[in-house]
């Protein structure tokens, strides 16, 4: 009989943002342990500028490709009380998990507030299914 194991992390984590069109930074990386899953349950992103909101990007990528549903977001997806749902995307064990910021707009212009700090805050269940 197996007996899963599940623990559920909250996560704060903020980065700068440099002003320079293009400039991105990696705000979060995890690697889901190889004999876990990794389950995303909810989620929020924030900047102190709010002249920015619009022209910075925000994207989740797994192993290097867009998680579905969270490339290219231009708005905000909710802030650290009250985060929107993720519809519990699982992740496999092994996987590396990126959470980047990017600015510049659609339209190849900077944000017109400059650097600024980004912040993301999330929850997510590592499930370990234990024989």
Known sequence: MAITLVKTYPIVQSATLGAVLGDTVDIWTFTVPHK?????RDIGNEINVAANWGYVRWDI????SPLPGFVAVWDQMGFQAQRQECENRIIPGGSQVIVRATNGSPAGVVAPGGACNV?????????????
């Open 61 to 64: 990528l797994v192993n290097g």
């Open 119 to 131: 912040s993301i805050s999330l929850k997510y269940d590592l499930e370990n299914e234990e024989l």
């Open 36 to 40: 876990a899953k990794m389950r995303l």
